[in-house]
């Protein structure tokens, strides 16, 4: 048989484990390829070489050109590309997930569509944005809801008040931007940028945008779902205070991308969010298994809980 052409994928034992990978990195305007077992990045400046079985997921901006070994060598590591706008904000297509194990998939898919866990997940996620309030693991959805509205008021008039923005509500037509006020508008733009990064997150660990706990019935429902864990700290301050700087009005959707990618700067948010949607998913097991990541199994389901190993021929006389 013909030989393959190019380095031999990396071994199993050559992977890095998956809590001791670089979990992200973004690169832009700059050609990405493959050197050996290396992805290489090129631009003005030189080439940087990043070691393919210690990465993530690529995040790939604006003005960056991948070629097809580049794309090779990440399936063979079990990395993932993600395409994306300016500093991850905006999210546009991705390749194969980070997970080789539909472990989390299949926790998110039996939560979903089990009444009583899906309340618990619910729950679970309420309790993430208020974790100072007590009684919230008897509350039903409506009662969830309302606290949830009651709590999102009192940050958007606490920033009112910081930033001096007049505000009266949170009011948007999604086929008319223009016609929101500024503060309505930058709102919008700042959480249609992280909405691009908890989607980049949540495709590369392998689970499903469009199977939410709170939302439901959209192919970005569970993206809305985490993107709410992080909307008071990250998009509500810096929308008002892209309001407040009417230097910044003649483009309100670029400035405000501008400042959630300068919020987004350090990182945090992406192992945070990564961390989030283990905990939730699998509350109950260590979230730092390597075998959410790794396993590389097919069984075949054989009725009940029960599997058998994949590739036999079980051939029965009858």
């Keep these: 048989m013909r030989e393959i052409p190019g380095a031999p994928p990396p071994s199993l034992?050559?992977?890095t484990r998956a809590q001791d990978r670089l979990s992200f990195i973004y690169l832009e305007r700059c050609v990405v390829h493959r050197e050996s077992n290396a992805i290489t990045a090129t631009d003005e400046r030189g080439t940087v070489h990043i070691p393919a079985a210690s990465l993530g997921t690529l995040l790939l901006g604006p003005g960056s050109r991948v070629s097809h070994q580049a794309m090779v060598l990440l399936a063979e590591s079990g990395s993932t590309a993600v395409w994306v706008g300016e500093q991850g904000v905006r999210y546009y297509a991705h390749g194969r997930g980070l997970s080789q194990?539909?472990?989390?998939?299949?926790?998110?898919?039996?939560?979903?569509?089990?009444?009583?866990?899906?309340?618990?997940?619910?729950?679970?996620?309420?309790?993430?944005?208020?974790?100072q309030e007590e009684g919230i693991e008897s509350l039903t959805m409506q009662q969830l809801r309302g606290r949830e509205g009651a709590r999102?008021?009192?940050?958007?008039?606490?920033?009112?008040?910081?930033?001096?923005?007049?505000?009266?509500?949170?009011?948007?037509?999604?086929?008319?931007?223009?016609?929101?006020?500024?503060?309505?508008?930058?709102?919008?733009?700042?959480?249609?940028?992280?909405?691009?990064?908890?989607?980049?997150?949540?495709?590369?660990?392998?689970?499903?945008?469009g199977l939410g706990f709170v939302h439901t019935g959209h192919e970005r429902s569970f993206v809305y779902d985490i993107a709410d864990l992080y909307k008071s700290e990250i998009t509500i301050p810096a929308a008002f205070n892209v309001a407040a700087d009417e230097s910044l009005h003649d483009d309100i959707p670029?400035?405000?991308?501008?400042?959630?990618?300068?919020?987004?700067?350090?990182?945090?948010?992406?192992?945070?969010?990564?961390?989030?949607?283990?905990?939730?998913?699998?509350?109950?097991?260590?979230?730092?298994?390597?075998?959410?990541?790794?396993?590389?199994?097919?069984?075949?389901?054989?009725?009940?809980?029960?599997v058998v190993e994949g590739g036999q021929n079980y051939e029965v006389d009858w």
């Design 254 to 306: 670029a400035a405000t991308r501008h400042a959630v990618r300068d919020s987004l700067r350090d990182g945090r948010l992406l192992v945070r969010c990564v961390k989030d949607v283990r905990t939730l998913l699998l509350p109950e097991e260590d979230v730092d298994d390597d075998a959410i990541w790794t396993s590389n199994v097919v069984n075949i389901w054989d009725g009940a809980d029960r």
């Design 13 to 15: 034992g050559e992977l």
């Design 152 to 209: 999102v008021k009192r940050i958007y008039r606490m920033h009112a008040e910081r930033t001096g923005v007049r505000w009266e509500r949170r009011q948007y037509n999604v086929e008319d931007f223009a016609s929101g006020s500024v503060v309505n508008q930058a709102l919008s733009a700042a959480n249609t940028s992280l909405y691009g990064v908890v989607h980049a997150v949540i495709v590369a660990l392998g689970c499903s945008p």
């Design 101 to 131: 194990s539909s472990r989390l998939l299949d926790a998110q898919a039996a939560l979903v569509t089990n009444q009583s866990a899906r309340l618990r997940v619910a729950r679970s996620m309420y309790a993430m944005r208020f974790p």
